[in-house]
């Protein structure tokens, strides 16, 4: 009963005003898997170079993470980002892009991976994300997240892939790109009218707010961002929300194939992506995820309680 | 039991996305009264001109709102403001502020209010804030707000001002400034030892979080925004968060003396305040507190409820 996670995985530079780092393990799919990891078993599909090193394979399987997926192109480099925080760390500017051995990346699971019932599709191009789905016959819940390029260049084969999902992550901006509508609670139901009927638009550090529905929004809950005392370096606080918020579901074993899954365990959900999206702010890159244990989120579901009922 | 509320009764130009209107009742003290005039009585200290037309006045009385504190200078002009918004209402732009008799504010407490135990102090001259609190004996909770002018031209007498409030409402940009601080977490402590045990932190469509303790904080609430359908007009928002805070407090006959508020109330306090602030966004100026009615506030106050709760 594991989770499938497609997406990059990578080498990033990444400057912030903490300290710079020239290059470090990264990637959409490293950070869900690992966020993931702390609430279900989880199996990677991924494409990386022979520049790999041994030890960054090492850490994703020190959390229990199967590798069977994660093609190694011979010859091949691996995906690079390289990218510069603002003083905030709410703006990033990208230095660098060599998508190398992503450039051409066409997943490919193995045998062992259909037949998992959980599946979060990361950012790459929407008719690959829709191949992987349709090799999964058993998937009792589906969903993943987009971009604006995909948004704005590929919209047709988007929207036929989103249809399939039970639940679409965006940040406020391809919300509003996506609906064309400002508003987001306008932007939500038109989404919802897409075939989600699950949506989560992720605000950074201001949180979180979950739509519910099909076509007009059954109701929406809304969380705010958990407030740190030193963000280090946002890198992965979004795909480490995906992974929070697919893992806890997965480790409830929700089924969303009747479309009502329960509210209140999606509530949790989003608390739970967002716990993990803090831890991730905490130190550089995954670095968070060598110590973190699972008494520590818990410990952190629970000041989210604390400082958020009245 | 009355609440004090001093600082502008002005008029307003405001063009947003969704209209333009030349001139309209504005202000902070006529949005503060308003907002708090739901919860307990409220007397207002301002200065107008002889411009200042009947029927707003009339508005203000019409919610029970004193204004034998409402000096009219004869031959004067009223305060008036005139901005434009973004696109996304997120930012405004000034583009005209005819100070006309605020230029000479000099609040005079009518009698009738000196032994009123609630204080709300709006944005005006430090030492003009703490003149009026030192007028009024029997205070048995102050707070008020501050702008950016005065945190960098004022400090001295600012600091000196705020040292005898029970709390303090600022915007992220404020608290930042004054604090010398960027994390909210550090900011947040840093005020709290500069006399205020409570801390308010208003981020506008992202919701506010409050800070409470002395020097260190004890325990911090978080609110994320209330998600309107529409978004008509942005001014006064956060003016109507100060009015809902207070005016709850005071209408529960909350006594801050000891320096316990019971941490309860002050988080429903910080709710109420959004709930205000969201319904003055509705409508152009004022103008949805022609209509608003108490029920409403009390549907959107369970409506938060169900939203945030897990």
């Keep these: ?22 290059r470090m393990l990264g990637g959409a799919a490293t950070y869900i898997a690992l966020a993931a990891s702390y609430f279900t078993p989880v199996k990677i599909v991924a494409v990386v170079g022979d520049d790999f090193a041994r030890d960054d394979a090492g850490l994703l399987e020190s959390r229990g993470i199967d590798l069977a997926g994660l093609e190694r192109v011979p010859g091949g480099k691996t995906f690079f980002w390289e990218g510069v925080y603002s003083a905030d760390m709410n703006d990033r500017t990208t230095l660098r892009t060599d998508l190398n051995v992503f450039a051409d990346f066409s997943p490919k699971l193995p045998e062992s991976y259909r037949e998992e019932p959980y599946l979060l599709l990361g950012n790459i191009q929407p008719a690959l994300q829709r191949s992987v789905r349709a090799q999964m016959p058993g998937l009792k819940l589906t969903g993943g997240d987009t971009m604006n390029y995909w948004i704005n260049d590929y919209r047709g084969e988007l929207l036929e892939t989103i249809r399939e999902w039970d639940f679409l992550l965006v940040n406020d901006a391809e919300a509003r790109l996506l609906s064309g509508q400002h508003n987001l609670r306008r932007a939500a139901a038109r989404i919802l009218e897409m075939g989600p009927h699950t949506l989560v638009i992720k605000r950074g550090e201001y949180g979180a ?4 529905g099909a076509g007009t929004t059954e109701g929406h809950f809304m969380a705010h961002g958990y407030l740190l005392e030193d963000v280090f370096d946002p890198t ?6 995906a992974g929070g918020f697919i893992g806890y579901l997965a480790g409830r074993g929700i089924d969303a194939r009747d479309r009502q899954i329960d509210f209140a365990e999606l509530r949790r959900a989003v608390i739970y992506g967002s716990v993990m999206g803090s831890f991730c ?3 550089f890159g995954v670095d968070r995820f060598r110590t973190l244990e699972r008494e520590e989120i818990e410990s952190r579901y629970r000041e989210f309680q604390t400082c958020t009922a009245f």
């Design 1 to 22: 009963m594991a989770l499938v996670v497609v997406g990059s995985v990578a080498y990033d530079g990444v400057e912030t005003p903490h300290g710079k780092v020239d």
């Design 281 to 283: 702010c905490e130190k």
């Design 209 to 212: 707010v979950l739509f519910r």
């Design 236 to 241: 992965g606080a979004g795909d480490c929300f």
